[in-house]
């Protein structure tokens, strides 16, 4: 089981330290104040509207470690990382993963994102998936390159998908890492 791994001491470059461990029913606010400490800009680009509480409360309130696991890095009770592992149980997609990784804009640039990814990476393989997926927008080129450098490779461009913050349209990566 995926929750026997955690909780886990870590140490960043820099020396920073944080605590990997799976997100709780207890994390409501503490993830407020994580995602309330993004840029617009940051936000822009995640999936869910976490400026809204009711979808903070809905994710713990429905918390299901088969089709999400949340790992968090907190450094004390402040929540500075979160990556989660999408799956599908079931069905034709039921080998594959999404990957999502945020960090808190005072924690990058300190080996956080690619310590979550192996995590995430450990996680898949333990859980017997054999690719992962990540969609980054084209013009994220520091994502793309942590991504390219964690053994991501570009699968399709999806040309004029999203919309970016001032309603522009910007190409959708598609990018894979196999497992096995």
């Not at 822009?44 to 696991?69: A, C, E, M, Q, T």
């Not at 640039?109 to 995430?120: D, P, Q, V, Y």
Request: net charge neutral.
């Amino acid at each position: 089981m995926l929750l026997e791994r955690y909780p886990k001491e870590v140490e960043l470059k820099g020396g920073k330290s944080v605590t990997l461990r799976p997100m709780v029913r207890t994390d409501e606010e503490e993830l407020l104040d994580f995602f309330g400490g993004l840029t617009d800009l940051d936000r822009l680009y995640l999936r869910n509207d976490v400026s809204n509480p009711g979808v903070i409360r809905d994710w713990i309130k429905n918390i299901d470690y088969k089709r999400v696991f949340p790992i968090l890095a907190c450094a004390g009770s402040r929540i500075v990382g979160n990556a989660t592992l999408h799956r599908k149980p079931f069905g034709w997609m039921r080998h594959m993963g999404g990957v999502r990784i945020v960090i808190s804009p005072d924690y990058r640039k300190h080996g956080l994102a690619r310590l979550l990814a192996n995590e995430i990476f450990d996680n898949s393989i333990d859980e017997e998936l054999e690719k992962l997926t990540a969609e980054v927008v084209a013009d994220q080129k520091t994502v793309l390159e942590v991504f390219s450098k964690l053994g991501f490779r570009e699968e399709a461009v999806m040309r004029d998908y999203v919309l970016d913050a001032v309603g522009n349209r910007q190409n959708l990566v598609i990018m894979t890492r196999d497992l096995i």
